[in-house]
């Protein structure tokens, strides 16, 4: 059983390898046009891209690393299965399952580097590549925000948006606490930046929305009041600027404790809540493609190795655009963010066994 456990692993390295290199050079060229920009319009030296450039590598292996391992599978195992290997093997009474076991050993190591990517790598990636925009003294306000994230950087506000379009930001929640009184919280459907000419300063504009206003009866009580243009003037402050992390720097840890501190504040944290369990969810994403491809692979019959890549495909890209949806829905929190993070394994986790138990019932 080593000899066949160490010729599969063997059978392996080589797609593994190549896949991997292929599809991060892949992912990178797509990434190129954003740096050009850039350095094109925003006067960014050749040299802060470089270094933006190298640590998008990480960033990238939590997504390629994951279908690597499924196109690994296929592509390998189903070299195997064509040329009747497996068909062999089967015969000479080892049993299918005999043949995962390598590779599920495999995908749980895998799974852990993908956790520490996740933890610690992609967010420290992210923060180096902030602060070193940053420092390359951009003026733009919307340099600072990220849709998903709860930003401190202005003032005493906490500001939280779902999309950005250029200068435009959509769904803009903007949260004043204040120690022992209610959370004020301000909500508009849209907002833009707009400039205070010669000094430290920016306004907010913000357009159809509601406005928490202090009770003057009772202060710690609030009104609504609805507006169709408001403004709020903050503080354009580079140091805290700088020290605010944002949701995709931040590490479990980090992510865990500021969860806390906004539920503190009575601030729906479901961003953050999503943000945390798709990270705990991806990790996961090596083991359940390996799953995934196994009985694909096994019941090759001189499939050309492009249908075999199709297959990846038609595996890898439902997955993360399902956890995608899933992670925006979780973030409005329109259904419970643990439960609908965890929806997408739950599926995949489901089919596979399925697969593999038809396969072995064969």
């Avoid at 520490?116 to 340099?143: C, F, H, K, M, V």
């Avoid at 019941?299 to 199709?310: E, P, V, W």
Wanted: charged share 15%.
């Amino acid at each position: 059983m080593r000899i066949i456990r160490n010729y599969i692993l063997r059978e392996c390295l080589q797609p593994f390898t190549l896949s991997l290199t292929v599809l991060t050079s892949v992912f990178l060229l797509g990434y190129l046009p954003q740096l050009a920009n850039k350095v094109i319009n925003n006067g960014v030296s050749l040299t802060a891209m470089s270094k933006v450039f190298l640590y998008y590598i990480p960033i990238l292996l939590g997504y390629t690393l994951p279908i690597a391992c499924l196109i690994t599978v296929i592509l390998a195992l189903g070299q195997m299965s064509s040329e009747n290997e497996i068909l062999a093997m089967r015969a000479s009474g080892i049993h299918l399952l005999r043949l995962l076991t390598p590779l599920i050993v495999v995908g749980i190591a895998l799974c852990l580097v993908v956790y520490i990517l996740n933890d610690r790598i992609i967010p420290e990636s992210y923060d180096a590549q902030t602060r070193i925009l940053q420092e390359t003294g951009s003026q733009d306000p919307s340099a600072m925000l990220e849709p998903g994230s709860f930003i401190n950087a202005f003032d005493k506000y906490i500001i939280f948006i779902y999309r950005m379009e250029s200068d435009l930001l959509y769904g803009v929640r903007i949260y004043e606490p204040a120690p022992n009184k209610p959370t004020r919280t301000i909500i508009a459907e849209q907002g833009e930046f707009v400039h205070v000419p010669g000094k430290d300063r920016l306004m907010l504009k913000l357009l159809n929305g509601t406005s928490d206003e202090p009770n003057l009866k009772d202060p710690n009580n609030f009104y609504k009041l609805n507006f169709q243009q408001s403004f709020i003037t903050m503080d354009l402050s580079k140091k805290s600027a700088r020290s605010d992390k944002k949701s995709k720097a931040m590490t479990l840890k980090e992510l865990h404790n500021k969860i806390k501190n906004l539920r503190h504040f009575s601030i729906d944290p479901s961003p953050l809540i999503a943000e945390y369990h798709r990270r705990l969810a991806w990790s996961l994403s090596p083991l359940l493609f390996i799953l995934l491809g196994f009985p694909f692979a096994a019941i090759t019959h001189r499939r050309a190795k492009s249908a075999n890549l199709l297959y990846a495909l038609l595996f890898a890209a439902p997955y993360y655009i399902l956890s995608l949806a899933c992670q925006g829905m979780a973030s409005q929190n329109v259904l419970n963010p643990v439960l609908i993070m965890w929806a997408p394994n739950a599926i995949a986790l489901a089919s596979a066994i399925f697969l593999n138990w038809k396969l072995c019932t064969r």
